[in-house]
């Protein structure tokens, strides 16, 4: 049987729908004017903790999600409809981080409380129509966008159980047995070490009063370096409240038991350590650990352990059981409570959207122009706002070209191209799809007549979608 608490996945948002260039031709409606509707917006990824799920197994053979894309617009100003949201189920203590190693923030989400929700992906804006453009000066515009890319990336998923205790200790201290007697827990118990290869969550129910346990599998010595598997075992402490350690009274070292285990979760984490700690002695029904009792419980007061917080117990015959969990109730009600903010389930990724190349609410006038080649000499314009701004132009209207050159010009982008020495016939490329090829005639008759040449090139010669009838002649 194998634990799945990590997880790597990928997620493509929905790309927005194409605008659409279209104009009134009832009857009886002379100069009708514009009519090309929106696109719609691409569908988001959305990831929300599930009380039901208790490891990531489902991301085992699920690896990739992809959102709906936006649905294009139409005449008579018919705005097309938004791409289908997907929601991401998982397990609650997921933490989620990019799998960029340059990401500005690596931890996007630490999905905690069942029905929190987060948004790792905005849908792609869909493309204006031409009637979007209508303007007093401009009253029949022919141009319209193209719908923006959604973003996509790549998550690795770490789960860390969410429990009030942990039980922790050495293999075959008898940490699935002290589980099974305080909570309706089943866990699989055998007298071998390393019975227990998965973290098992149970539910004590003692004074009116709910506790979740999680018992962790035995750590060996050299966990933290990663040792058997150390790691995986050691990352659920740190979501515990409470620890309690576990020390098999049948050990020919019970001490030593107890200070190898304490040194493996301060080397792993040191914030472990200042955990309150409870110690159990367990299996006070057999003789050798009984006639011990007294003396390891001096040793535990020379280490700092106070004698309140040690417990003889016997997970066999439930010995000292209920003792502990009221100590265990104490210490909870003795920490500061965990405080959660609603307002804290809706989370923008904004980190993940700009590491996906959106360019939303940044200026168009941040960017670096850079020689990225010099024979033949290229140019690379970086900025994510001009960036989306050509990908999302639709360069089969000549208005949409006109439009992107006068960008460029009161942006500031050609003034810079000019002052680090842009040369004639030299490539411009903007994004990963737009390149330009750069002119010192910025006249619109030089503009439309490069336009057409590529047009023609095509085998079109009108704007939008209409092909030559005769390509031969």
């Not at 860390?160 to 309706?184: E, F, I, M, Q, Y």
């Not at 040690?310 to 210490?331: E, I, K």
């Not at 500031?412 to 010192?440: F, K, M, P, Y």
Request: aromatic share 6%; charged share 25%; net charge negative.
């Amino acid at each position: 049987m194998r634990y799945f608490d990590t997880a790597k996945i990928h997620i493509k948002a929905g790309d927005g729908g194409r605008g659409c260039v279209a104009f009134r031709r009832e009857k009886h409606v002379p100069r009708g004017g514009p009519s090309g509707g929106n696109g719609g917006t691409g569908g988001s990824i959305w990831v929300q903790v599930d009380d039901s799920l208790n490891s990531l197994s489902s991301f085992r053979h699920h690896v990739h999600f992809r959102a709906g894309p936006g649905i294009p617009g139409s005449g008579s100003c018919k705005h097309g409809a938004n791409g289908e949201s997907i929601t991401i189920s998982v397990p609650p203590g997921t933490i989620i981080r990019s799998s960029d190693p340059d990401a500005p923030e690596p931890v996007l989400a630490e999905m905690l409380k069942p029905g929190q929700r987060a948004l790792l992906l905005c849908g792609g804006r869909g493309g204006r129509g031409n009637a979007s453009f209508k303007t007093m000066r401009n009253t029949a515009p022919q141009l319209a966008e193209v719908g923006e890319v959604g973003g996509e990336s790549w998550l690795e998923m770490e789960l860390r159980l969410v429990a009030d205790v942990g039980l922790v200790g050495a293999p075959n201290a008898g940490k699935s047995t002290l589980l099974s007697t305080l909570s309706a827990a089943r866990p699989k118990v055998a007298d071998y070490p390393f019975t227990t290869l998965t973290p098992n969550l149970g539910v004590c129910d003692l004074d009116f009063r709910s506790t979740v346990i999680a018992d962790i599998p035995g750590l060996l010595e050299g966990a933290h370096t990663g040792h058997g598997l150390g790691h995986e075992f050691l990352r659920h402490c740190q979501r515990c409240r409470v620890l309690v350690q576990v020390v098999d009274g049948s050990s020919p070292d019970p001490l030593g038991d107890f200070d190898a285990i304490r040194a493996e979760l301060e080397l792993f984490n040191p914030e472990l350590v200042n955990k309150p700690l409870v110690v159990a002695y367990n299996k006070m029904d057999l003789p050798d650990s009984a006639d011990y009792w007294d003396d390891v419980r001096v040793a535990l007061a020379e280490r700092g352990i106070s004698s309140e917080d040690c417990f003889a117990v016997s997970a066999a015959t439930g010995q000292g059981n209920q003792l502990l969990v009221r100590r265990l109730h104490a210490l909870l009600d003795s920490l500061p409570r965990e405080e959660w903010d609603e307002d804290d389930a809706l989370l923008d990724m904004s980190s993940l959207a700009s590491s996906s190349g959106t360019g939303q609410g940044r200026p168009m006038d941040d960017f670096e122009v850079l020689l990225e080649c010099k024979s033949p000499r290229i140019w690379r314009v970086e900025g994510q706002a001009i960036e989306r701004f050509a990908q999302m132009t639709n360069w089969n209207y000549y208005e949409s070209a006109l439009r992107f050159q006068k960008v460029l010009e009161a942006s500031g982008i050609n003034a810079e191209l000019r002052n680090q020495g842009v040369q004639e016939q030299d490539t411009v490329c903007i994004g990963e799809h737009t390149e330009l090829e750069w002119s010192d005639d910025q006249s619109e008759k030089s503009l439309y007549g490069v336009w057409m040449d590529e047009r023609k090139a095509q085998g079109r010669v009108m704007q939008g979608s209409a092909r030559w009838p005769h390509k031969g002649s």
